[in-house]
């Protein structure tokens, strides 16, 4: 979701961001309600801000597992989610993880080559 948003593919989202992104997808939405958006997190809109919002918003019951699923789309690559690039994004982006934290994530899971298996992960974050 996140790749598809970056129109400018910056690394981060603004509100021409949103806004072309929404209209491509059919829905008009004007710069005001796009940066109300963003103005939900502290600091830029990029990759991990935005999981982490979805993440808090799911924890309030709000986002359904299609949200959450769709914010890996900007890691995966061929099934397949680079884990070192994963890795050094939740330690630097947003609200960041300890390197421990890390570590007990990525203990649960399937890495071959230094590639997370992108389908076990998905399974590991949603109830389907």
């Not at 709000?62 to 959450?68: G, L, M």
């Not at 914010?71 to 330690?91: N, P, Q, T, W």
């Amino acid at each position: 979701a996140f790749g598809i948003m970056d129109t400018d593919k910056d690394g981060l989202l603004s509100s021409s961001d949103l806004v072309a992104a929404f209209t491509a997808h059919g829905k008009n939405i004007g710069g005001g309600e796009a940066q109300a958006m963003l103005d939900e997190v502290d600091g830029p809109m990029n990759f991990t801000q935005m999981v982490t919002l979805f993440a808090s918003k799911m924890a309030g019951g709000s986002d359904d597992d299609d949200v959450i699923l769709a914010s890996f789309e900007a890691f995966e690559m061929d099934g397949k989610i680079d884990a070192e690039a994963f890795r050094h994004s939740l330690m630097t982006f947003g609200n960041k993880f300890s390197a421990s934290e890390v570590d007990d994530a990525f203990a649960e899971f399937k890495i071959d080559e230094g590639m997370i298996d992108a389908a076990h992960l998905k399974g590991l974050m949603v109830s389907k």
